[in-house]
């Protein structure tokens, strides 16, 4: 089944790309929040990328816990925003799909880059 921006496959590797990068090898957390985001999304689970669920599925918070009070999920979405910003303005500036965390929501959105670099003509 394909999504709005590329079969499920697609998606995916792209995700495999991300998480072997330098970027996020040495962070066990950041990668397990962005798996735990990217496959709940293309699962067509949104509806469970709510910031108690992530904070029980994820962070292993009881059922009960008060997001309002443990702001663990909005600090590491936080943080994870900034990694992905970091990724695709380095190592990932080639990628051609882009994994993004929209502002305010926990449900990743997958666009092409903005920008193609132009394209060299070789004069003969």
């Known amino acids: ?13 792209e995700l495999e790309r991300v998480l072997s990068s330098a970027c996020f090898a040495r ?3 950041l990668s397990r929040l962005l798996r735990f985001l990217v496959e ?8 469970e990328l709510k910031e108690s669920i992530i904070g029980v599925e994820v962070y292993g918070r009881r059922p ?3 997001p309002k009070l443990d702001s663990t999920v909005r600090s590491e ?14 190592e990932g500036s080639q990628d051609l799909l882009i994994i993004d965390l929209p502002k305010g929501a926990y ?6 880059p903005d920008a193609t670099p ?3 003509r070789v004069s003969g």
């Open 1 to 13: 089944m394909a999504t709005v921006h590329g079969t499920k496959q697609a998606l995916r590797n």
């Open 27 to 29: 962070s066990q957390g």
């Open 40 to 47: 709940r999304q293309v699962e067509g689970r949104e509806s």
């Open 64 to 66: 009960d816990y008060d």
């Open 77 to 90: 979405v936080a943080r994870l925003r900034a990694r992905l910003d970091k990724y695709y303005s380095t």
């Open 107 to 112: 449900v990743p959105r997958f666009r092409q």
């Open 118 to 120: 132009p394209v060299q």
